[in-house]
């Protein structure tokens, strides 16, 4: 009984050990390119050209593609953000349910038609202590209200914590 006892004792703190801390920033390498003016603007702008002649080129950008996780007032926040061609963007904000070791969000877009389906659902999977990936939810349509022109949703493999 004694033995019972010490061991009911130290399970929370063996529990909480063995816990993944979420909060934190996650980063993945990316790149995105634009159709520069020509070579030297594109290396003033930190950008690698891509070309045979001066001003006929592409201008490739080394990125992040950015996942950050927040706890508040007991609650989990998440913000991504992919990068697409041109410099075009998906960022997509919100509260986040934590199921087991994943973040779920779920949120319908203001600009979308009514009856439309435009919910996007985001899914942040957490791969070990230090890295996640995030996937839209199978039939999750509606993410691309969250993204510019030439971006293209919020698929990533794999983010390492900053």
Request: proline letters at 3%.
């Amino acid at each position: 009984m004694k033995t019972l006892l010490l061991s009911l004792c130290f399970l929370p703190a063996l529990a909480s050990a063995n816990a993944i801390e979420l909060p934190g920033i996650f980063l993945s390498p990316s790149q995105t390119f634009d159709m520069s003016p020509n070579e030297e603007a594109c290396k003033e702008n930190g950008g690698k050209w891509s070309g045979d002649v001066p001003d006929e080129g592409i201008c490739v950008y080394s990125v992040d593609d950015t996942v950050t996780v927040s706890h508040t007032d007991g609650a989990y926040y998440i913000d991504i953000t992919t990068w697409g061609s041109n410099g075009h963007t998906c960022n997509y904000e919100g509260k986040a349910e934590l199921v087991g070791n994943t973040l779920v969000s779920e949120s319908r877009s203001e600009f979308a038609d009514e009856g439309e389906d435009a919910t996007c659902k985001i899914v942040v999977s957490y791969l070990d202590a230090n890295s996640v990936s995030v996937s839209e939810a199978e039939g999750s349509r509606g993410c691309r209200y969250w993204c510019g022109a030439r971006a293209f949703g919020f698929g990533i493999e794999k983010a390492t914590r900053k």
